[in-house]
Structures are given as structure tokens and as C-alpha cells.
Nanobody
Framework: QVQLVESGGGLVQAGGSLRLSCAAS????????MAWYRQAPGKQRELVATIFSSNNTYYIDSVKGRFTISRDNARTRVYLQMNSLKPEDTAVYYC??????????WGQGTQVTVSS
């Protein structure tokens, strides 16, 4: 079983920066990718960024050039550096871990609020 714990959310003014962190613990078998999702009030959860086991990354268009996903060498922590934040980035951000043949694991979420 995998546990994911996010941290680093908070309140920031537009144009500011935050760094989210996700610590993974438990049993890992074949990690395919780790990702960050977000869910704004009244909206569906959306994928923000992914880092694959190959170290390739993917970003949705709205965060390209502003957000950077990375992980540590042990591959048990994943980060999301968020720069030039906008009010529309306000959401609960969730960490996700995908393993081959197993259901996705999710963290409890961390609130990011960007004031205008």
C-alpha cells in the first residue's frame, strides 16, 4: 500500500511562487509515473503535470513555462515548482502515483489560493 502526503500549499499573491512537495511511502512495485492534479471549486479534477519513469515530463498548456515538476533521486518525492501564479491556479492540488497493474494512489490534497 502506498501513502502520499502533500505539503507546501498556501495563500500567495498573483505573480508569486509556491513549491509543492509530495512524499511517497509504502510498497512500490513498478512506478510508471507521478503527477500533480488540481481541482478548483465546481470544476472537475484536471491533470497539471506528469513525470514519467523515463524522466520525461508533460504539462497542460495553461502551466507550461510557469510550473516545473521534478523528483528526487530516490524517486520517493515529487515536487511542483509554481511560478508566476495566477488567480485561476487556485485549487486543491493532489499528488498521484501510478503503478503498473495497480489502482492509482492519491494524496489528501493541499490548498493553493492565489489572490489578485
Amino acid at each position: 500500500q502506498v501513502q502520499l502526503v502533500e505539503s507546501g500549499g498556501g495563500l500567495v499573491q498573483a505573480g508569486g511562487s509556491l513549491r509543492l512537495s509530495c512524499a511517497a511511502s509504502g510498497s512500490f512495485f513498478s512506478i510508471l509515473a507521478m503527477a500533480w492534479y488540481r481541482q478548483a471549486p465546481g470544476k472537475q479534477r484536471e491533470l497539471v503535470a506528469t513525470i514519467f519513469s523515463s524522466n520525461n515530463t508533460y504539462y497542460i498548456d495553461s502551466v507550461k513555462g510557469r510550473f516545473t515538476i521534478s523528483r528526487d533521486n530516490a524517486r520517493t518525492r515529487v515536487y511542483l515548482q509554481m511560478n508566476s501564479l495566477k488567480p485561476e491556479d487556485t485549487a486543491v492540488y493532489y499528488c498521484n502515483l501510478r503503478q503498473r497493474g495497480l489502482p492509482d494512489s492519491w494524496g489528501q490534497g493541499t490548498q493553493v489560493t492565489v489572490s489578485s
